[in-house]
């Protein structure tokens, strides 16, 4: 392989890093989207976390240990919005697949595992995300909602 000059090198990384940038950023995106709304969903009493603090996600570094917070206030305040309307539900609902994809998406990050750790994890990141609309949809589809 030849040897790459700097002058080479900077067009290919300002074609490259964006693209990687947005590659990363769509699906944390779309999962933020995805919480923000299920706890939307739940009326203030039920919730353990505020909706828009799902968005801290978006924090480099803190995104990274984030999750660990957020999959739990999640589960805890579905399951609390479902006891409150009467609807029976898992107590933790969503809180094992996303805490599967937490610390796969934290080995993710580590050299060398990050090869390993990746695909489990947008499998279990995807899994969380359907997971996560399903509960949703059946607060949506709820017919007994109750005042909060």
């Known amino acids: 392989m030849e040897n790459l000059d700097p002058q080479t090198l900077l067009p290919l990384l300002l074609t490259i890093l964006p693209i ?4 990363v950023l769509i699906p944390v995106v779309l999962l933020d989207v995805l919480l923000h709304r299920a706890l939307a ?17 978006l924090v480099p570094v ?19 919005e479902f006891v409150r309307r009467g609807i029976p539900e898992e107590p933790a609902p969503g809180k094992t697949i996303g805490m599967a994809w937490a610390w796969l ?15 489990p994890a947008a499998i279990c990141w995807a899994m969380y995300c359907i997971r996560i609309a399903v509960l949703t949809r059946k607060l949506d589809e709820s017919k007994a909602v109750i005042p909060a």
Not at 20 to 23: G, P, Q, Y
Not at 105 to 119: E, I
Request: include cysteine; hydrophobic fraction near 65%.
């Open 41 to 57: 969903r739940c009326a203030p009493s039920s919730r353990t976390m505020s909706p828009w603090l799902v968005w801290l996600s």
């Open 105 to 119: 998406a934290l080995l993710s990050a580590v050299p060398l595992v990050n090869f390993l750790a990746m695909l």
């Open 20 to 23: 990687v940038f947005l590659i």
């Open 62 to 80: 803190v995104g990274l240990f984030w999750p660990f917070r957020v999959v739990p206030a999640v589960a805890a305040s579905l399951h609390n």
